[in-house]
């Protein structure tokens, strides 16, 4: 994409322009994805939105706003998100990702919530290919529904005899893929706990525990589990297991129309991601829009969505004040 037609006297830098260029090219996978789905839904008469909220789907990131920062880098700022995570890829990987630095900060400003021993745990749950989407999803709910009572019953000085007990806090998310078994669907969990776990096994990938593996087939009848320690004193291991929680929105990416659909029925208002004990103090609600930039300057850029593809608009240069106020290069900067 050639940026200097628009505006040639204004420098880019070669980052930003790779930075853009990538981020174009995956919100057009995206689109595209989305777009054929909201055709196969019109096509098969079976559209479970309103015409407006269809309108609204087909039209997320059509329009796209970057900015170069000086001081905070490259940034995806506005985009006019559809918000529709569970089917619109867009706005489950937007939502991700800003999910995802909003608890790595959360826990960094947190020291208290940092010690102790912490965990990635898997939980899936028995399938058979005969069983529907709602079988699979109720039992896995089930069994989150029962560890959580539990967590609370135990605080409350109760003994409910349940292994997930020695964990105070509990992050969680729901994550379904459908293969010739039927339908796989599984918790990610962060758990943290003041003792560390005394029974881990090691097996292929990770390690798993005989006293989690009695209680989750008490619960629901399942015998596998699998369990990762995290080390909390290193970033990139932190930041890796909080992706393997929040990556939970972008799988539907991979089911075919027609399960995509199904899931979408059967999380119709449930939430996928959840919080049980100390952790609920972690905040995960995040806006689509913005990048919450204050105090400093930038280069903005603009694309549009013409005819399948992104056409780039021009830049502009500009400046965030401390109250969040944009001022762009032909307005005064007094604030
Ligand atoms: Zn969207």
Redesign the pocket.
Known sequence: MNYTEKNPKLHINADYAEFMSKATKRIKC?KVR?LKFLDWCDDTHQSPFTPSTNAN?AK??SWLQFRDYEKNGHKLTNAR?????KV????AM?RASKQVQKVYNELYSNPDLMTGYWYYIVLPVHHKASEDFSTVFNRLGGGLKKINQAIRDFKRGRDPHNFFTMFDGIMYSIEETKTENGWNIHANLLVRSDKPIRDLKQKKGGYWSPSMVETWKELTGSINVSINPINMKNEDSLMKNLMEVFKYSLKFQDLKNEDLLIAYRGTYRKRLLGAMGSLRALKTDVKLEGDDVVNDVFVESQFVWIRNKFVFRGHQKGRVGTSGHVFYEADSYDE
């Open positions: 995206s989305t789907i997320c990131a998100f559809c918000k529709k995570d619109c890829p867009a706005c937007r």
